[in-house]
């Protein structure tokens, strides 16, 4: 069999992989919605290193939230008023300690953070996230049968060239690990994923798991933690929340292509084998179908893949809060994006908030 063929054969089982992982979107778990009443008492974390610029937002609705009895703010050494604006805002500020060596920051500032918690449930939020009301006693709720339980937001994308290249970064997931929310069988825990930006889960059995001691050196923390708890039993739930909650992780373009690749491209929690065929997926599903319409030598194979491609768009589309027309040509944007990513999986980034790490 000649190489051209083999290669052909190859793409078409890949191909044939990702339609059987899209397939599983027919049946998803609808959005999580919001819940008022009477709540327990939660402690909500907030990890900030130098966040004066966004962690405002995200702290005025968590003060008025009656389910929130307190807001802890791990202040990881920040030099710009992070610790004094938190304060102002009613916040309690816990200063972070200096970093251990062998920790990367982001995991030693929830170990902190959570043990001055004085709740029996926490819930871990990102400084730039935007929470809507409802979205604690919404995390409670789900925690009536789930250990963990992981929100994904809706983004918040306000550069025109950050709506075109996010959305197809964003995508990369969806061949890899299937529609969010989808029902059946949980993945194994090597393959499970979830969102760090918004975890919920009880307070003594997080410390209890020593959790984030074991993922300290990791530099995709979420996915560490997530995965290592699954591995222990835990029953980890990854949910549509993007009415309740939304992030602006990006300024820009620019900054999402130097720094998103750091967690997307998953390097230090995946295997060799799984990254090998995680990068195939991408480069022959996603990538060369656009570069061979580009050419002018798109197949049947291609023309199929890119209207399967296309019409992701319409279950992506949910979360975003402003789309329009870059977001609607953001398939254009899968070579460059999945080349980021392949390059990330072969090169680690090492670095983080003017940190590096060995």
């Not at 049947?300 to 296309?310: E, G, Y």
């Amino acid at each position: 069999m000649s190489a051209r063929r083999i290669g052909g054969l190859v793409r078409l089982l890949l191909a044939g992989l990702v339609l059987a992982r899209l397939s599983r979107g027919r049946r998803r778990r609808a959005p999580l919605a919001g819940r008022s009443g009477p709540l327990d008492a939660v402690s909500v974390v907030v990890p900030a290193r130098n966040e004066a610029h966004r962690i405002g937002p995200c702290l005025e609705e968590l003060v008025a939230d009656p389910g929130v009895a307190e807001i802890v703010v791990l202040d990881d050494r920040s030099e710009d008023g992070t610790a004094e604006l938190a304060a102002s805002l009613g916040a309690r500020v816990v200063a972070g300690t200096p970093l251990p060596d062998g920790w990367v920051g982001k995991q030693w500032a929830l170990q902190q953070g959570i043990e001055a918690a004085g709740s029996d449930v926490v819930v871990l939020l990102d400084a730039d996230t935007r929470v809507r009301r409802g979205l604690v006693g919404a995390v409670l709720e789900e925690l009536r049968d789930a250990d963990l339980v992981s929100v994904a937001p809706r983004f918040v994308c306000r550069d025109a060239l950050l709506r075109w290249l996010h959305p197809s970064m964003l995508a990369t997931l969806t061949y890899r690990f299937g529609p969010l929310g989808a029902e059946g069988e949980a993945p194994a825990p090597r393959r499970a994923i979830g969102n760090g930006q918004c975890l919920g889960a009880r307070r003594e059995a997080l410390l209890s798991s020593d959790v984030l001691r074991r993922t300290r050196a990791h530099m995709t923390d979420d996915i560490a933690l997530v995965r290592a708890l699954a591995a222990d039993g835990w029953r980890v739930s990854f949910v549509d929340g993007a009415d309740l909650l939304s992030v602006e992780m990006y300024a820009s373009a620019a900054e999402a292509w130097r720094e998103w690749p750091r967690t997307l491209a998953m390097a230090d929690v995946t295997s060799p084998a799984w990254k090998a065929l995680d990068s195939a997926v991408m480069v022959l599903v996603m990538a060369v179908p656009v570069l061979r319409l580009a050419s002018g030598r798109a197949g049947h194979l291609d023309r199929a893949l890119l209207v399967v491609r296309v019409a992701l768009l319409g279950a992506l589309g949910r979360f975003y809060e402003r789309r329009g027309l870059p977001f609607w040509l953001s398939p254009l944007a899968d070579p460059v994006a999945v080349g980021r990513l392949v390059y990330a999986t072969l090169r680690p980034v090492r670095a983080w908030r003017g940190r590096s790490y060995g």
